[in-house]
Nanobody, 129 residues
Framework: VQLQASGGGLVHAGGSLRLSCRASGGSFNFYAVGWFRQAPRKEREGVACVSINYNTTYTVDSVKGRFTISVDNGKNTVDLVMDSLKPEDTAVYYC???????????????????????WGQGTQVTVSS
């Protein structure tokens, strides 16, 4: 499976962006798909994930209520809609897929990034103040 992330850009604080993660060479069935971000001089952190088979989602507290992750099975994409963006959301955003997530139950997770075997190339999100 190859992942292609798109949708980043420059936006003013309070604005919105939609990131998309498209899978090719396979599908997301039974996978978990997560969005991660890495700001300059910081470690990569998880933002949101979805368990495709169970359609369960999880978002971290720092973006809860502002970011929404969703699945479009027809397009084989996972979107991250980001509203009320803040300058501290500035980062390179990556999508990744965990093909063995179904082994672990219905909940996706972001803490163990090593379980995500497939990674997209990253898309830059810049939020100006």
């Amino acid at each position: 499976v190859q992942l292609q992330a798109s949708g980043g850009g420059l936006v003013h604080a309070g604005g919105s962006l939609r990131l998309s993660c498209r899978a090719s060479g396979g599908s997301f069935n039974f996978y978990a798909v997560g969005w991660f971000r890495q700001a300059p001089r910081k470690e990569r952190e998880g933002v949101a994930c979805v368990s495709i088979n169970y359609n369960t989602t999880y978002t971290v507290d720092s973006v809860k209520g502002r970011f929404t992750i969703s699945v479009d099975n027809g397009k084989n994409t996972v979107d991250l809609v980001m509203d009320s963006l803040k300058p501290e959301d500035t980062a390179v955003y990556y999508c990744a897929a965990d093909p063995d997530a179904w082994h672990y139950g219905s909940a996706c997770q972001l803490n163990d990034q090593g379980r995500y075997d497939y990674w997209g190339q990253g898309t830059q999100v810049t939020v100006s103040s």
